[in-house]
């Protein structure tokens, strides 16, 4: 008997196409009018904890509640263990942020759970970064085991106001 697939488990990059596609964004979210992927899309620009090394990165950017959050399961995640400086490019700005990795599973389980129903099944695993292997919207349960199991995390992005040190 074969085991089956969790109901939502963090979706496998896609290391053929995911760097043409990353440059591609990174171009159309540096313009100073990137159109309206730019709402829901932004540019992450930080420096690497240990290493020091620049990363800009394209991610989805989400309101949940009055936060704003990333939803990711990428290793860069770990650089904002405890809060980090780091700019946001969004709507063609750059601005000054400060992100922190969400460390409570219960806390990140129940924001891809809100996240997941608001965007619905359609959407929602694409823009989440997961995949959904049930034909329904997946329990709270079920999402604190892809979080507990498949590394699923949310950064906070708190914007800081520019002039402000």
Excluded: K
Excluded at 8 to 24: K, M
Excluded at 38 to 50: K, N, P, T, Y
């Amino acid at each position: 008997m074969t085991a089956r697939p969790p109901a939502v488990e963090r979706a496998a990059p896609d290391p053929a196409g995911q760097s043409g596609t990353d440059d591609r964004m990174r171009a159309l979210l540096s313009r100073p009018d990137p159109g309206p992927v730019a709402e829901r899309l932004v540019l992450l620009h930080f420096q690497g904890r240990r290493t020091g090394r620049r990363f800009d990165v394209p991610v989805g950017l989400h309101r949940l509640g009055e936060d704003l959050v990333v939803a990711t399961g990428s290793p860069w995640r770990h650089n904002f263990v405890g809060g980090a400086p780091a700019e946001v490019t969004w709507r063609g700005r750059r601005r000054p942020a400060r992100l922190r990795l969400v460390t409570s599973a219960e806390r990140t389980a129940h924001g891809y759970w809100r996240l997941l129903h608001r965007y619905g099944l359609t959407d929602g695993p694409r823009r989440l970064g997961v995949v959904v292997n049930v034909d329904r919207a997946p329990t709270l349960d079920e999402v604190r085991h892809a979080v507990d199991h498949s590394g699923l995390s949310l950064v906070e992005v708190e914007l800081e106001e520019e002039g402000t040190e």
